[in-house]
C-alpha cells in the first residue's frame, strides 16, 4: 500500500499539468481570437506574410507600397503560418486554423516550460542522479 503512495504523488505535478492546459484550451476557446485579429497589427503582419510566402513573394510586407522586404520579424512564425494559407487559402476561414497553430505552440511550451524546471528543481535537489 505504501508503494502506491510515491506513484500517485509522481503523477500529481503531470495531472495538474494537464489541467492548466485544459483550462488554458477552453480560455482561448471563449475568447474567440479570431475576433481580435488586426487590433494589434502584429498578427496582421504576420499573417501577411505568410500569405506572400504561401504565394511564393517572398518574405514580404504586402499591405506597404512597393513591398519592401521584412526585417522586423524572424522569418519562422510566418513560415509555419504560410502551411496555413497552402492548406486553406480563403480568408477569413483560414483564421481559425492559424489560431489552432498558435495554440498548439502555446500548449508545446507550457509543457517545455513545466519539463524544464521540473529538471533544474530536481538538478538543485541533487536528485537529478540517482
Known sequence: MAAKKP?????LPWIFL??????????????????WFGRI????FFFGSAKALAQGHGYII???PGNPPQTKYPVLYPWLLSGVWKWNPSFPS??????SLTAF?????LVAAFA???????????RLWP
Open 7 to 11: 506513484a500517485r504523488n509522481a503523477a
Open 18 to 35: 494537464a489541467g492548466i492546459l485544459a483550462l488554458f484550451l477552453v480560455y482561448l476557446a471563449w475568447l474567440h481570437p479570431t475576433n
Open 41 to 44: 497589427g502584429d498578427d496582421a
Open 62 to 64: 504586402p499591405s506597404l
Open 94 to 99: 483560414n483564421l481559425v486554423l492559424g489560431v
Open 105 to 109: 505552440f502555446s500548449c508545446w511550451f
Open 116 to 126: 524544464l524546471l521540473r529538471k533544474l528543481k530536481a538538478w538543485a535537489t541533487g
